[in-house]
């Protein structure tokens, strides 16, 4: 946080009062409310290893499987874990090479059969 000015996170701390996601000590500190943290380790544990510019929703809709929960936005849709994996190998996955068109066997007929 050293890079970055304090005053840049006003507008997320003003959220976090607004929304009483934290609490004041008697020491004049400030610490998660217990419900927070347990949500955040929850996130913690489903991003890991993430990419950090990755953000993560709670409670949309997945537009692959129509499950609500924990999804990701990804080319403009929210997709949970399992659609997000499947169109991710979807995207890598590559189409084998049409097989060449087999030559038509041409028997020659000798001979004609008598009708």
Same mark, same amino acid.
């Given at each position: ?27 004049? &500190?400030?610490? +998660? ?8 380790? $929850?996130?913690?544990?489903? /991003?890991?290893?993430? !990419? =950090? ?22 080319? &403009?849709?929210? +997709? ?8 991710? $190998?979807?995207?890598?996955? /590559?189409?084998?090479? !049409? =097989? ?16």
């Amino acid at each position: 946080m050293d890079e970055h000015p304090i005053e840049r996170f006003d507008p997320l701390l003003r959220n976090m009062l607004a929304w009483h996601l934290v609490e004041e000590t008697g020491e004049g &500190g400030w610490v +998660l409310r217990p419900e927070v943290a347990a949500r955040l380790t $929850l996130l913690v544990r489903y /991003t890991k290893g993430d !990419e =950090p510019s990755e953000i993560v929703y709670f409670g949309h809709v997945c537009a692959g499987c129509r499950s609500s929960g924990l999804t990701r936005l990804r080319d &403009g849709r929210y +997709l949970c874990d399992d659609c997000r994996k499947a169109a991710d $190998l979807a995207t890598v996955a /590559t189409l084998l090479p !049409e =097989p060449e068109a087999r030559k038509a066997r041409r028997f020659s007929r000798s001979r004609q059969i008598a009708s």
